[in-house]
Each structure stands twice: as structure tokens, then as C-alpha cells.
């Protein structure tokens, strides 16, 4: 966690603050995005500046969330496996075999699918304004072409979470054929038919264009500044 001490000092230094929508933020607007949930209720401790859980393929593992198992009630929390079966080895067969606690579960192993459940992003709204999945997971594709959008999306608005899928790209490798080669008809659809609140692309410019065509851009109204502010600066926390 010494790094996400490091990282949030760095960002207040610099005058890096305030929480979604607030004059501090919109003075430099920023999201904090990370794919390990611990260590974003870590730094909310330290920073009140807006976190978006990235999520990555929701059959990949989670990076921090594995190996928890609960000694009367105290959660104890290990990445390694072999540490796990050490400890329950330790506490559950100590001397003269005495139980020492009562063991209440044990969870190894658990996928991002796991940890998109309405009851963890219930849990987990209460760090972060938003989540950011991997795009794919919200609209599988099937040879290149896109499917029908799975429920991530309604499920985490109905949670008043944003949504901030990942990564925009303009190389055509990149782009499903129902947009015919064209990024901005990929913006259009993420944003107007998905329905999401932000995007995070590789291509800043042409996400720019398509804001300036699609919402004209004016300092006086905060609802403007505030769809300008999605595809601002975003900040990286690293785990």
C-alpha cells in the first residue's frame, strides 16, 4: 500500500482534489482507476477525488480479492495460496491440536464475474463513483461482430454507478465490423444505445472531435463541463 500513499500525496500536491463535479475537481478533473478494489478503499482514506473499479475480463481473477478466509469474524487477506494453507495449517492443527478459532469460510479464487454481482457493486459504490469494465464484457462480440449488450450496465445505473468501459482505439483491428471502420460511429453507439457515461480511449483527438460535433462546448453550463470532463485526464494507480 506504500505506493498508493505515494500516489495520492503526489496528487494533492499538485492541487489534485475534491470530490465529482465539485469546483475543486473541476478545476482538474481527474479519475482515479484501478483494478484492485482494496486498494481503492485504501486511498479513499487519503483522497476524496472520484475512483472508477476497472473490471477486467469476467473470467480472469481478481488481483486482490483472493485468498480471504475469516478467523472469528477477522478477515485475513493473502494473493499467495501456499500462505493461505500455511496459516490454516498454523491456527487449525497448533499444539496439542487445540482449536484456536472458529474458521467461518474460506473464498480462493475468485473472478471478476464474481465481483460484478449487484451485492458487491452494492458493497464497493461506497469508494467509487463508477466502474470501468472491459468493454467486451459489457457487449460480447462474436467474429468481430457485436452481440446483444449484457444487463452490466443497467445493473450498476441502478446502483447510480457509472460506467466507463475500456479501451477506445481508431485502428480498424480494433473495430467491430458493425461500425465499418469508423471510431465515431463506435463512439455513437457505446454512448447513445449502451447508454454508458464515459470512455477511456488511446485516441483523445477524435473523442474530442466527436464532442465538440455532438455537444458544443460552454463554460457556462455546468451540465456542458461536466460531459467535457468525462474524457479529461485520467489518473492510474498501480497495483
Not at 480479492?65 to 477477522?74: A, E, K, P, Y
Not at 462474436?142 to 445505473?157: C, E, M, Q, S, W
Amino acid at each position: 500500500m506504500e505506493r498508493s500513499y505515494k500516489f495520492a500525496e503526489t496528487l494533492l500536491k499538485y492541487g489534485y482534489k475534491g470530490e465529482y463535479m465539485s469546483e475543486d475537481w473541476l478545476r482538474q478533473p481527474l479519475f482515479i482507476q484501478c483494478f484492485a478494489p482494496t486498494s481503492l478503499i485504501y486511498i479513499s482514506e487519503m483522497t476524496n477525488s472520484p475512483k472508477v473499479f476497472l473490471i477486467d475480463d469476467t473470467a480472469v481473477y481478481t488481483q486482490d480479492t483472493n485468498q480471504v478466509f475469516l478467523i472469528d469474524d477477522t478477515a485475513v487477506y493473502t494473493q499467495d495460496t501456499n500462505q493461505v494453507l500455511s496459516a490454516l495449517t498454523f491456527f487449525l492443527f497448533p499444539i496439542m491440536w487445540t482449536p484456536l478459532f472458529s474458521l467461518k469460510s474460506v473464498c480462493i479464487l475468485q473472478s471478476y464475474d464474481e465481483i460484478t454481482s449487484d451485492g458487491y457493486l452494492a458493497f464497493i459504490r461506497k469508494y467509487v463513483i463508477g466502474i470501468g469494465p472491459w468493454k467486451d464484457s459489457v457487449v460480447p462480440p462474436k467474429d468481430n461482430y457485436l452481440g446483444p449488450p449484457t444487463d452490466l450496465v443497467a445493473r450498476a445505473h441502478a446502483l447510480n454507478l457509472q460506467v466507463h468501459p475500456y479501451t477506445f482505439r481508431n485502428e480498424n483491428k480494433y473495430l467491430h465490423f458493425n461500425f465499418h471502420r469508423d471510431p465515431y460511429v463506435e463512439y455513437e453507439y457505446w454512448l447513445k444505445e449502451v447508454g454508458v457515461d464515459g470512455l477511456f480511449t488511446d485516441f483523445p483527438g477524435s473523442l474530442r472531435n466527436y464532442q465538440e460535433c455532438r455537444m458544443p462546448y460552454t463554460y457556462t453550463k455546468k451540465e456542458n463541463i461536466h460531459k467535457h470532463a468525462e474524457g479529461q485526464r485520467m489518473a492510474d494507480l498501480g497495483t
